[in-house]
């Protein structure tokens, strides 16, 4: 008797077991759908990212004004100049070409790039630019002392997202891929600066048509690969970590003579130069020491009131800078007649007058 009662029982219960089972498979459904969607979705935003930043639409939406300067050097095709300025940022803001064009009497390009394009791509540039334009007669390559530091020669001390969307969009897809594959923090980091700056641009936008008022960096002019930034002077240096260069100088030194022997065939002078730095930099004496005789000219310092931030100069710093390039390209040029085919000497500008009215 008992036996039966426990079979009708079981029997009684069994299919609301099974429909409390399927009940809550049900109510699972949705949270899974919700973990697999939060695991999913930004492994699936990452690459679309990525391809949004390598776009003509960010180049023109989302990029600043040192990208763009990066970028537009591709574009460039059958310019003829007798003097060519490649280099990093110290370069872009210090060396004006219509300066030094003015006072040596030769045609000058700049095609300078930011450290993080140099950092990640090494002379692209500088190597396309060369294979669709005519050879130079000298070229000036410009670094700040920085960028002959060996530590600031591997990714882990500065911004690559620059140099990876020059990367990207003009180097080969082998070697986009496998720098992807092999710097995974700075592919993500890049995905999120093309969203980050997307986005920001759009607000910005929205701003001006609201306001019509344009922010003071979406006002710069690049001029033949030049421009100046727009924050105020200085007024003191930053502190600094000590220089510490365990190659004796080796170093710099494998930096410049690699310049001079890879490109000794595309143009007649190669000037491997140092950029001048401010002269209350805690490195100053150091780095001189380091790069004397190693450079084609000797570092220079300035007072702070020249630059807009450690490296980057304004725009009367940069006169001063364009002027010591413009002495520098006359000497050589008189010392090496056989590139000199000016039809007038060096054009120096000794002193400027205004006229005044004197009132008795």
């Not at 100088?249 to 491997?272: E, H, M, Q, T, W």
């Not at 450079?295 to 304004?314: A, C, E, K, V, W």
Request: aromatic share 8%.
């Amino acid at each position: 008797m008992n036996l039966a009662l426990e079979l009708h029982e079981a029997a009684t219960h069994l299919p609301q077991a099974a429909v409390d089972q399927r009940a809550g498979h049900r109510a699972a459904e949705p949270a899974v759908a919700y973990c697999l969607l939060v695991v999913l979705l930004p492994l699936l935003s990452i690459p679309a990212f990525i391809c949004l930043g390598k776009s003509n639409f960010f180049l023109h939406h989302g990029a600043s004004v040192w990208v763009q300067s990066n970028d537009a050097i591709f574009d460039i095709q059958d310019r003829n100049c007798d003097v060519l300025v490649y280099g990093d940022s110290t370069a872009m803001t210090g060396i004006d070409p219509e300066v030094v064009d003015r006072q040596t009497g030769f045609k000058t390009c700049n095609i300078s790039v930011t450290n993080a394009v140099l950092a990640v791509t090494g002379n692209l540039t500088l190597d396309h630019y060369l294979q669709q334009n005519v050879h130079p007669k000298m070229l000036i390559v410009q670094l700040s002392p920085d960028d002959f530091q060996q530590e600031n020669r591997v990714w882990k001390q500065t911004i690559y997202a620059e140099g990876l969307l020059e990367l990207l969009r003009h180097g080969s897809p082998e070697e986009s891929r496998r720098v992807l594959v092999t710097h995974p923090h700075e592919a993500i980091a890049f995905a999120g600066y093309a969203a980050g700056f997307t986005a920001y641009y759009a607000i910005k936008d929205v701003w001006f048509h609201t306001t019509r008022l344009r922010a003071e960096e979406d006002q710069i002019r690049v001029r033949n690969g030049f421009f100046t930034p727009p924050s105020p002077a200085r007024t003191h240096c930053e502190a600094a970590a000590k220089l510490t260069d365990g190659s004796s100088g080796a170093f710099p030194r494998a930096i410049a003579d690699n310049y001079r022997k890879s490109y000794s065939d595309r143009s007649a002078i190669v000037l491997v130069d140092v950029a001048p730095i401010p002269s209350c930099d805690d490195n100053l004496k150091a780095y001189s020491s380091e790069l004397q005789g190693v450079t084609s000219n000797s570092l220079q310092s300035l007072p702070i009131g020249l630059f807009n931030d450690g490296r980057h100069y304004t725009a009367f710093g940069s006169q001063i800078v364009s002027t010591l390039v413009a002495r520098q390209v006359n000497e050589v040029a008189q010392k090496n007649p056989y590139i000199d085919d000016r039809d007038f000497g060096p054009r120096y500008n000794v002193a400027a007058f205004r006229a005044v009215s004197l009132r008795r």
